[in-house]
């Protein structure tokens, strides 16, 4: 009777306070408080804590088939997406989405990924791994699945959890600004725990002196790294803050990582203008790149020709007084 009299209580609230109740709950729990009178049917809609996990929705048995659990886990997205699309607040804390097979559903979960972001979601955790594989410790697929570019330029992302397959073993892998930035608050920014496989790493950055650690350590965890890519970003306005570091000192120490004795033959940089810390960063490369042999500069579409001449005659000076540890190096200008 008590409990009933407290429910009936909390009915009488006002919307706009029952929903950061619920918020505090979690996600299962405030999902079946629909079920406790009309007026709370839909307030699971206005959480904004959400966790969506596979792992309670699709019910796994021995007996169970493949066909089964893909239909299963083609409802549990379109729940996912169905709460999205009736999502009646503001903003989003924390936003997990834990799913095996992402790619069957890539359109869905790029659309689901960009609800968040849009929501100015500060917590976002996506788990792709496979379920059946975590059961039975087997070794993951090194499956790749490319976020949507929301996510690289977002700055309202406070924590960021991503378990897409086995990174370590990732042929390629794209990593994006907030991840740089945040390695440098890491108790031991200078490499991951395990060497990674990686051959091809693409560094989403606009190579602000924030993102010096970070880049160095991705770079110093690739130990059989062949190609590197700098895709610049436009700068994103930060509040002036000291990096502990002279930032055009940084790349000056002799700290040679072993993809850049041994593998590294490519470094590429796309939207090129020929800035401080590009300039920076690319004598660094060729000073220490000792089998390096491409350095592409590719301009920003619609580069005039002035713009192009005067890149031309930066470039000039990345070779200049004998930097280069390779002799095959060559660097080569393009258009965007």
Known sequence: MDSRRNRDRLSTLPEHLLVPIISNLPFEEAVRTSVLAKPWKHLYHGTTNVSFKESEFVKRTVSSSEESLNEARAAFV?????????????VIQSFELRLSKPFVFEAEIKHLIEFAVSKQVKTLVLDFSDLSC???????????????ECVYNQTAIESLKLLLYDLLSARKLTVCPFLIKAIKDSDDPVKLNAPMETRHLVIKTSLSPDEFVGIRLMINSCPELETLTLQMLPPVPVARTNPGFNPKSYWAFPISHKCLKKTLKVVEVRNFSG??????????????????????????????????????????????????????????????
């Open 134 to 148: 975590t059961a039975s410790n087997q070794a993951r697929p090194a499956v790749q699945f490319q976020l949507p």
């Open 78 to 90: 379109r729940f996912v997406v169905n709460w999205a699309s009736r999502f009646s607040g503001d």
């Open 275 to 336: 800035g401080t810390y590009e300039l920076i960063v690319l004598r660094y490369l060729i000073r220490s790149g000792r089998v390096l042999e491409r350095v592409d500069l590719y301009l920003p579409v619609g580069t005039s020709e002035s713009e192009k001449s005067s890149v031309r005659a930066t470039m000039s000076t990345l070779g200049d007084e004998g930097v280069a540890s390779s002799k095959r190096l060559r660097i080569r200008q393009h258009d965007g």
